[in-house]
């Protein structure tokens, strides 16, 4: 009498086969899981430092990610929440690498000189956070330009705290700085977007320029008489 060994197909009932069948296809290739985090990084491969965030489609970012488009569903209900998100973390990144610029500048680089150096840095940086800000700032959709204009929000914020903090260390003080905040971040800002397609040289002169400028907006700031303003 012949016995099946356990290995053989015979022991594989009909229901095992049909359990079997019902097993989802693999698919090679994509992610099973992915981070916000993940998701934003694969955006701005995608966007890198000449296209815009509208030029994007959600099945590019899925491409790029490794996954699903309905997974993209999991951390963001479009593409435009998910490029809020995109200029939200840009502006803190950059917001904190220029505060790290101001409070490490030396007596032989000014304050200024170290701010916009490190600023045109960041244009040229792979991460794009500067590239994007500018572009989706002045080009960019109604809802991107409120996100945008929030962020120079908090950069005016963070730049008047460290206006004020250098001038008492000089003993000197400042007339409204947060206007005087509010004028250096309109204008670093808007030197970037003129800079931003230039040869390094002219950068530089446009930057030299730019440096003058906002010496005489804080050189101004220290002079005002509040009376006369009335």
Do not use: W
Request: net charge negative; charged share 25%; glycine share 4%.
């Amino acid at each position: 009498m012949n016995r099946m060994s356990p290995s053989s197909p015979s022991d594989i009932s009909i229901s095992d086969e049909t359990d079997l069948e019902k097993l989802p296809p693999r698919t090679v290739g994509r992610k099973a899981t992915i981070t916000k985090e993940e998701l934003c990084q694969a955006a701005l491969n995608l966007i890198g430092s000449q296209k815009s965030i509208a030029s994007l489609s959600l099945r590019e970012v899925a491409r790029e990610a490794s996954i699903a488009p309905n997974s993209f569903y999991r951390h963001f209900k479009d593409i435009d929440e998910l490029a809020i998100e995109l200029i939200e973390r840009s502006g803190l990144v950059l917001r904190q690498i220029l505060h790290e610029a101001r409070l490490k500048a030396s007596p032989k680089n000014s304050v200024i000189r170290s701010s916009i150096e490190v600023f045109l840095e960041q244009l040229d940086a792979d991460e794009g956070n500067l590239s994007l800000l500018l572009r989706e700032g002045y080009t960019g959709s109604t809802s991107y330009k409120q996100a945008v204009d929030h962020q120079l929000n908090f950069f005016q914020q963070e730049l008047r705290d460290d206006l004020i903090r250098l001038e008492r260390l000089n003993n000197g003080k400042l007339a409204y700085p947060e206007i005087a905040a509010k004028a250096i971040t309109q204008l670093v800002f808007n030197m970037g977007a003129k800079v931003i397609d230039l040869a390094a040289n002219e950068r530089k002169e446009v930057a030299e320029q730019t440096i003058i400028m906002i010496h005489m907006i804080l050189e101004g700031s220290r002079h005002l008489d509040h009376s006369r303003t009335r």
